[in-house]
């Protein structure tokens, strides 16, 4: 037996005293060689079905989804006593958006382009859905994000994710406060660091995430920021606030309370510049690192008794000037001092 159906609308609206979901939907629908077995192990098979859902839309307190998909099966089957699915499954979605507002934070997903592809898809109906599974086989092809806070700005104009590297690439990302330098002086009337951001790339390799529910701990084996470019900007004729300790790279770590492992972080063909008001005379002046290459080793909260965080790198000081660093910190040995090896080139100050 096959059917199809052509051009069918799905509308249904859930009203409660807690929120009204809004799901509706336009799509085809082809099957081929389906079966219906009363006397059989075997409830339904068909030898392929197709769901084009041209337009699919949901709205629920604060949440619009907008995600047109396709659902492409081969040799389905669905047993009749335990209601065990299996198929040959893709499915592909092309220009979806996902738009979320709670409380004072917007989150905005564009241009979403994914695929999930399971070619011995398994699924039993007392069976929760497995998250890491669904994700080890999901690509993220394209997607661009915007969040905003309170107090920040992040934008992202290429997202991707390859379950097979199990990669993550961020592309033009950028950071900046929710208010501008002048408004935030004027929120704060205390000496602060104003900072914006951005990189060209940032790439995250070897990402344990399909495996994070039985490992407890994210281990990621390295990040890349290329290009990134950092404006660190303080105001020194502002009234200092009660100054807070700051800690060591290792004990920075430690508090961090979720478990995570990082082999490298590596920062490439970057810039700094610090933009900093003189007390004395009112005028501001700029000190830039330009050319950063550095390397931050052994990033972790789950150390061993010699373990150390490791820094190297070099950059340049006033776009002229090589700086070389190399620093070591142990991690177990909260008495212990650190190593640090910095060598500067003379600098022309006439």
């Not at 159906?5 to 082809?30: H, M, P, R, W």
């Not at 104003?194 to 070897?206: F, H, L």
Request: aromatic share 6%; glycine share 4%.
């Amino acid at each position: 037996m096959a059917f199809e159906i052509q051009n069918a609308k799905v509308y249904k609206q859930t009203n409660s005293l807690e929120d009204t979901v809004l799901i509706s939907g336009n799509f085809n629908l082809k099957t081929t060689k389906v079966k219906l077995n009363k006397h059989s192990d075997l409830l339904l098979s068909a030898e392929s079905v197709l769901l084009n859902a041209k337009q699919f839309a949901l709205s629920k307190s604060g949440l619009k989804v907008s995600l047109p998909f396709k659902v492409s099966s081969q040799n389905l089957r669905i047993g009749k006593a335990d209601k065990k699915l299996s198929a040959d499954l893709n499915i592909s979605t092309n220009n979806g958006q996902i738009d979320y507002l709670k409380d004072s934070a917007t989150l905005n997903v564009k241009n979403i382009e994914l695929n999930y592809d399971d070619k011995h898809f398994i699924k039993r109906s007392d069976e929760p859905v497995a998250w890491d599974k669904l994700l080890a086989k999901t690509s993220l092809k394209r997607a661009e994000i915007s969040y905003q806070s309170k107090s920040a700005n992040l934008e992202a104009k290429d997202l991707k994710w390859n379950p097979q590297s199990k990669s993550l690439s961020i592309a033009d990302f950028a950071y900046k406060p929710e208010f501008s330098l002048a408004e935030t002086k004027l929120k704060k009337p205390y000496q602060s660091d104003y900072i914006t951001g951005s990189a060209k790339s940032i790439t995250v390799n070897d990402i344990n995430l399909t495996e994070l529910k039985l490992k407890k701990t994210l281990e990621i084996k390295s990040v890349l920021i290329d290009s990134a470019k950092l404006n660190v900007s303080r105001d020194k004729r502002m009234a200092e606030k009660n100054i807070a300790e700051k800690l060591m790279p290792s004990k920075l770590l430690a508090g961090i309370k979720s478990e995570f492992s990082i082999g490298e972080v590596k920062l490439c063909n970057s810039d700094v510049y610090i933009h900093e008001t003189s007390i004395a005379t009112g005028l501001e002046g700029t000190i830039p690192l330009n050319n950063i290459n550095v390397g931050v080793y052994k990033l972790t909260n789950r150390f061993k008794e010699k373990d150390s965080i490791e820094v190297s790198g070099t950059a340049l000081l006033m776009n002229a000037n090589k700086i070389a660093l190399n620093y070591r910190e142990s991690y177990a040995d909260s008495l212990s001092g650190f190593k640090m090896n910095m060598q500067i080139q003379p600098i022309d100050l006439t």
